[in-house]
């Protein structure tokens, strides 16, 4: 059974620095992409940045620059360091597995909340 | 890129059918057979429902289905329940490791 746990959400200051963790099981971790996606409060979905299964990272408009997406193979785990937050980037942040053109596994979500 | 073009909301009676569409452009939903469609109940992390614009993953009710038109895709949920009360979002996979979003509507099952 596929499973993604998200960790690493909390409450951080305008400017601050947040790290979140996605733990991957019951796939071949190695062969697939993996994603950040978000969702403000009562808005809708937006990807956030995606890293392929060599560790080629890609980042939308609206974080590059301050976001960073890696992954740890040997952990099984896919991070986002998330520098210089702004109070629009308060959202639930999902980790998503990629399977070819859509997303097949979510994870339960995690809460960044950006505010003084 | 623009995100997809959704309505805010559907609604129907049980047993009826709701179709959601989910425009876009020639360089996106136009342009690639890789549409999804995810349903979000409250509270909830969203689930895939629909891929590769027709394609449903093991374990979703034959209920929802798929397809595209042009520029525009749609879901058609048959049958309605009331389970079916959720959010669904269209997304359209663009090459490249970029995705776009449909707004997301509200499906109301009166």
């Known amino acids: 059974e596929v499973q993604l746990l998200e960790s690493g959400g909390g409450l951080v200051q305008p400017g601050g620095s947040l790290r979140l963790s996605c733990a991957a099981s019951g796939f071949t971790f190695t062969s697939f992409a993996m994603m950040w996606v978000r969702q403000a409060p009562g808005k809708g979905l937006e990807w956030v940045s995606v890293i392929s299964a060599p560790g080629n990272s890609y980042h939308a408009d609206s974080v590059k620059g301050r976001f960073t997406i890696f992954r740890d193979d040997s952990k099984n785990t896919v991070y986002l360091q998330m520098d210089s937050l702004r109070a629009g980037d308060t959202a639930v942040y999902y980790c998503?597995?990629?399977?070819?053109?859509?997303?097949?596994?979510w994870g339960q979500g995690t809460l960044v909340t950006v505010s003084p | 890129q623009s995100a997809l073009t959704q309505p805010r909301s559907v609604s129907g009676s049980p047993g009826q059918s709701v179709t959601i569409s989910c425009t876009g452009t020639?360089?996106?939903?136009?342009?690639?057979?890789?549409v999804s469609w995810y349903q979000q109940h409250p509270g909830k992390a969203p689930k895939l429902i629909i891929y590769d614009v027709t394609k449903r993953p093991s374990g979703v009710s034959d209920r929802f289905s798929g397809s595209k038109s042009g520029n525009t895709a749609s879901l058609t949920i048959s049958g309605l329940q009331a389970a079916d009360e959720a959010d669904y979002y269209c997304s359209s996979y663009v090459l490249t490791y970029t995705w776009l979003f449909g707004g997301g509507t509200k499906v109301t099952v009166l």
């Open positions: 020639s360089s996106d939903v136009g342009a690639y057979n890789y």
């Open positions: 998503a597995k990629v399977g070819f053109g859509d997303l097949d596994y």
